[in-house]
Structure formats: C-alpha cells, structure tokens
C-alpha cells in the first residue's frame, strides 16, 4: 500500500486468531503482524488472557510498543520499555461480582471460580485443567475470592459441554455484567458494559484514528463486540457461525493462516473504502 498504513488501527484477538488451540504461532503470521507494524499501523492486541498471559504473545509478535487490551477490556496497557515491567495500566475497570457469582455456585456446585490478580495470575477456588491459567495460583474459599472489587472472573465446569453451559448460564440469567461463554465450559465475567471493544474505543481516541480506519480480527464469541465495532470486522474461518454473522468478512480457518491473508491483503491493497 504506497504511503502506508499511518493512522490505521488493527485489533487483534490471540487464542485461535494469531495462535491455534496448541499455543502454535506461524512464521507467516509473525512476519505479516510485523510488516503491518513496520508499515505504520497501530496493532493492538485484545484478548480474553490476563496480561500475565498476553505479555509473552507481545514478545512473540516482536510488539514493544503501543496498546494492548487484555482481559476482555478490563485491563488496557502501554508497553514502554523505560518503564520496569516493559508496560504502564492506563485503563482499569473492576466491579463487585459477589452476587452473581453466588447464583452461579448454587447453579453449578461442582464449578471452579477464579479471578485475576493483576499482573500476577490468578486466585481461585480450585486447581483448573493444566494450561488454562496462566502465572501464580493461589487456593483460597470461595468468599475470599471477592474480598475487595476484581476485573474478571473466570468460571469453569470441566463437567459441561460449551452448549450445556450455554443454557445453564441463559436460565439463569446473569444482571449487571458482562460475560462471555468460551469454547469449552468456561464463563468470563467482566464489569457492566466493559468489552473489548470498549477497550478499543478508547485506545481509538487517544490515538485519534478515524473510526473508519479500523480493523478488527477475532474467532470468539468475546470478539463479537469487537468485529461489530470495528471499521471492518473479519472472523476467523474456525469462528463459531454468530461469529461470522457478525463480521463483515470470514478468512480462512487459524490452521490454514486465516490471519496473515488478511494482513497481507491489508498491506498490499490497504483498506476498502466505504
């Protein structure tokens, strides 16, 4: 794209987007993340992970600059690398999620709950499935979970399918939060209105980009938000079909490279008008 892509903003989800459900990252999609970056665009990742576990997919991509959103928006950074941990929080949110949490228990009391400690990892009620959680892990009741007001909670019921959970989570319905139903049995709660295409909205402003010259990316029903925020949103072809539905463009499956042939496209023809 002659001139480049100074004042385009790419967001970019992780798990099945720029890595596959084994953590694996293409050489293709790395040199095409670079080359969008080298060509001017801000890239931001926004993703579902804790910024524990998004931190080692920035280094990975060879980002050490700009935004990233983590934790489904609850958690915005600006990596700089004068600071001492390489990023400073300039976006927070947190809530009081006692309440629901509780109907939840009492829906699934073999259930196991979790939330985040910033830039640490995680407290929980319970061991999760090796590999799912990401940094410390720190056993405490159910109670001491929400002594004080989080960013997310995770809740896992390893027993249900994603659809039965599904159902479950819809019967009971669930007031005053955001959440978002994974591919497995895995329930993200988030403060009220919080997404990551909030998140995004307000990187989009500090860096004044045009709504317009927005490109967005993702293969999750926590993406959904997010492609529909977007100038252009593009699912992934493993995106679940409400996925797809609400993105302007379906690429190709994270296995086939899904996400290079959309930013090889971007920085060979830039974005379409209109």
């Given at each position: 794209m002659s001139g480049g892509l100074e004042g385009v903003l790419v967001a970019l989800d992780v798990?099945?987007?720029?890595?596959?459900?084994?953590?694996?990252?293409?050489?293709?999609?790395?040199s095409a993340v670079r080359r969008v970056a080298?060509?001017?665009?801000?890239?931001v990742?926004?993703?579902?992970?804790?910024?524990?576990?998004?931190?080692?997919?920035?280094?990975?991509?060879?980002?050490?600059?700009?935004?990233?959103?983590?934790?489904?928006?609850?958690?915005?950074?600006?990596?700089?690398?004068?600071?001492?941990?390489?990023y400073r929080v300039v976006s927070l949110h947190t809530f009081d999620p006692s309440g629901v949490a509780e109907t939840l228990r009492e829906n699934l009391p073999a259930g196991?709950?979790?939330?985040?400690?910033?830039?640490?990892?995680?407290?929980l009620t319970a061991p999760f499935p090796d590999g799912e959680l990401t940094g410390e892990m720190e056993v405490v009741p159910f109670d001491e979970l929400f002594t004080e007001p989080v960013m997310r909670v995770v809740v896992?019921?390893?027993?249900?399918?994603?659809?039965?959970?599904?159902?479950?989570?819809?019967a009971v319905g669930l007031h005053g939060v955001a959440y978002s139903v994974g591919w497995?049995?895995?329930?993200?709660?988030?403060?009220?209105?919080?997404?990551?295409?909030?998140?995004?909205?307000?990187?989009?402003?500090?860096?004044d980009v045009e709504r317009a010259a927005t490109l967005a990316v993702g293969d999750g029903r926590n993406d959904v938000e997010m492609l529909r925020w977007a100038g252009r949103g593009i699912a992934m072809g493993n995106a679940p079909a409400e996925v797809q539905a609400a993105a302007?463009?379906?690429?190709?499956?994270?296995?086939?490279?899904?996400?290079?042939?959309?930013?090889?496209?971007?920085?060979?023809?830039?974005?379409?008008?209109?």
């Amino acid at each position: 794209m002659s001139g480049g892509l100074e004042g385009v903003l790419v967001a970019l989800d992780v798990d099945g987007t720029v890595v596959d459900l084994d953590e694996a990252m293409s050489d293709r999609v790395r040199s095409a993340v670079r080359r969008v970056a080298e060509a001017g665009a801000h890239v931001v990742v926004a993703t579902g992970r804790s910024l524990h576990g998004t931190l080692p997919v920035l280094q990975r991509l060879g980002l050490h600059d700009g935004f990233a959103v983590c934790s489904n928006g609850a958690v915005t950074v600006q990596l700089d690398a004068t600071e001492p941990q390489g990023y400073r929080v300039v976006s927070l949110h947190t809530f009081d999620p006692s309440g629901v949490a509780e109907t939840l228990r009492e829906n699934l009391p073999a259930g196991l709950f979790a939330v985040e400690v910033l830039g640490r990892g995680f407290k929980l009620t319970a061991p999760f499935p090796d590999g799912e959680l990401t940094g410390e892990m720190e056993v405490v009741p159910f109670d001491e979970l929400f002594t004080e007001p989080v960013m997310r909670v995770v809740v896992r019921s390893p027993e249900h399918t994603s659809a039965e959970f599904s159902s479950l989570v819809e019967a009971v319905g669930l007031h005053g939060v955001a959440y978002s139903v994974g591919w497995t049995a895995w329930l993200d709660l988030a403060p009220d209105g919080v997404t990551k295409a909030s998140a995004l909205e307000e990187v989009r402003v500090r860096l004044d980009v045009e709504r317009a010259a927005t490109l967005a990316v993702g293969d999750g029903r926590n993406d959904v938000e997010m492609l529909r925020w977007a100038g252009r949103g593009i699912a992934m072809g493993n995106a679940p079909a409400e996925v797809q539905a609400a993105a302007d463009a379906v690429t190709a499956h994270v296995d086939e490279d899904g996400l290079a042939l959309v930013l090889e496209d971007l920085v060979a023809v830039g974005l379409p008008a209109g």
